[in-house]
């Protein structure tokens, strides 16, 4: 990793949770390069981690994530030519945002303050979403005269319909934390003070769960929203048929019949 100091993303696993969290506050947590890779590489670990089963991504100081900074990167070294935009936001912007999307753990987004860009989409692109009441939520793309990258044209429509999606896109106007929960954006809204207690109330229930389940169930929400309906429900049928080879699936079963509360251990 060149550039980046481990401070500007603080890591810690603390019962079973991978934490997450960008620690930029003087530029609100306008994501670099550098972070941006950490960030990838940290979900990659914690799908193939055992010991992980839930993850939090938030942030430090007043702002979540107020799009990205795109210094610090890989000199572009002389005259842009085409196909030059294309790459940058392929290998950058869109593999952050699959990252969450493909991690094998639930990823719950704690919003503390400001999301606007890309990350807005690197909240809305996690499974949960918990925002403190000072959020606020911006597609500010347009005010630069920019189309939304980022997943952002395909997060948006899943979560609150096309045309609401537009309007948000069109205007690029600021919604507070009360509306993105009216609208569907996010499943909570907290007081400041209490928003990493609840995202650690809400990460510590996950990652006592079936996480194969979970990762499954993931995977099938996900993918139902792009595919017909034969072949979510054909889906569905492995999913579950290779579910049923896990220790927790079994588990699950076994305290049905014992009638007594599972003990899930993530395998």
């Known amino acids: ?42 979900l990659a670990e914690a799908s193939a ?25 890989p000199a572009a070294g002389g005259e842009r030519v085409a196909g030059d935009v294309a790459r940058m936001i392929r290998l950058g912007a869109q593999r952050l945002i699959t990252a969450v999307l493909d991690c094998e753990k639930p990823v719950l987004a704690a919003v503390n303050g400001t ?49 609401k999606a537009k309007e948000l896109m069109f205007f690029g106007d600021a919604v507070p934390a009360a509306e993105a929960e009216r609208l569907g954006l996010v499943n909570r809204v907290v007081a400041a003070e209490e928003l990493e207690a609840t995202a650690r109330a809400w990460a510590e229930r996950l990652a006592q769960g079936p996480t194969r389940a979970l990762a499954m169930t993931k995977q099938l929400v996900n993918a139902s929203l792009d595919g017909d309906r034969a072949a979510s429900l054909t889906a569905e049928a492995t999913a579950q048929e290779i579910n049923m080879t896990t220790a927790d699936a079994n588990e699950g079963v076994a305290s049905f019949v014992e009638r007594r509360t599972p003990k899930y251990l993530g395998r």
């Open 1 to 42: 990793m060149t550039g980046i100091t481990e401070d500007e993303v603080l890591h810690r696993i603390e019962n079973n949770v991978s934490w997450i969290t960008l620690n930029r506050p003087e530029a609100m947590n306008a994501v670099t390069w550098d972070q941006r890779e950490r960030v990838i590489a940290l």
């Open 49 to 73: 981690d055992p010991a992980v089963r839930a993850v939090v991504v938030t942030a430090t100081g007043k702002g979540f994530c107020a799009g990205a900074d795109l210094r610090g990167g």
């Open 115 to 163: 999301a606007a860009g890309i990350g807005a989409h690197l909240a809305l692109a996690c499974d949960l979403v918990i925002a403190a009441e000072p959020a606020r939520f911006i597609e500010v793309f347009v005010r630069r005269g920019l189309v939304p990258d980022g997943g952002g044209a395909y997060l948006l429509p899943r979560l609150v319909g096309p045309q």
